[in-house]
């Protein structure tokens, strides 16, 4: 999926601009070559819907202007079997399937993502985060303690995560299917799902309110999910939740193992 940006000049900047002009947000000349009137036509539409205002059009903003369309695929959560998840999921204690699966499908299918690739998505990101199927609280580790510190010390003041000093490094560190993490996360995250995850953090370990936050993390990048895994980018899908490659190998082979159990129609 191609992305449009300051420099570019081809037909589908054309295309763009009028876009943008039919939004209400005029560029300038529609000439196809993506100048400084254009980038603040983007920034200004990317503000007006709530996007990163970045200037560059990728695959939320060209969708926002309704030039590529995510595709409306088939709901498959009644397909998706204890057994089959089972195979995916090699070594794993089949009773925190059975306990958890209908949860994680349920909210998936309330977020209305329980097509194939965005349920595949979320099966490969609960094995790549927890390595079983259970909502867990993260572990100590270096990056997460320092040296003869209390445990989640190196938290405890980190501004970006919102948290305010001791307890907050422990209070908020990473729990659920998705490893939430950090004061301003579960406050912002529970508003969404209407829990208040700022008071009661040990919320984001109860199956049906991990399953949530899951797929409220998960609806949020659908859109790019979707361009990535159509495009066998799994790098990049993993990238769009993790932040990072963290899990990759195991989020990889879930996947593909997915793939196996629930093949394209």
Do not use: W
Request: charge should be neutral; proline fraction near 5%; hydrophobic fraction near 40%.
């Amino acid at each position: 999926m191609a992305t449009f940006k300051l420099g570019d000049k081809s037909p589908g900047v054309k295309r763009l601009q009028s876009a943008l002009l039919k939004a209400g947000f005029n560029p300038g000349i529609i000439d196809g070559d993506f100048g400084m009137g254009t980038q603040a036509a983007v920034i200004a539409f990317q503000k007006s819907e709530g996007l990163v205002p970045d200037g560059v059009a990728g695959v939320r903003t060209q969708a926002a202007l309704g030039l590529i369309k995510v595709a409306n695929l088939p709901d498959i959560t009644s397909d998706v079997t204890v057994g089959k998840v089972a195979i995916m999921f090699p070594g794993t204690f089949i009773g925190n399937i059975k306990t958890h699966l209908p949860n994680v499908l349920a909210a998936l299918k309330d977020a209305g993502i329980g097509d194939r690739l965005m349920v595949l998505m979320a099966l490969a990101t609960i094995r790549a985060e927890t390595g079983q199927f259970v909502p867990i609280s993260e572990g100590l580790s270096r990056f997460n303690t320092s040296p003869n510190g209390h445990p989640f010390d190196l938290y405890d003041n980190r501004g970006d995560l919102g948290n305010k000093g001791k307890p907050d490094g422990d209070r908020y560190k990473g729990r659920g299917f998705v490893q939430l993490t950090g004061r301003s996360n579960y406050r912002r995250i529970g508003m969404a799902i209407g829990v208040d995850l700022e008071s009661d953090p040990d919320l984001g370990n109860d199956s049906k309110v991990a399953s949530r936050i899951l797929a409220t993390f998960l609806k949020a990048v659908e859109i790019d999910c979707k361009a990535a895994l159509a495009d066998n980018d799994l790098a990049t899908a993993r990238r769009l939740v993790n932040g990072g490659s963290h899990g990759l190998g195991e989020f990889s082979l879930t996947y593909q193992r997915g793939e196996e159990q629930f093949p394209a129609a």
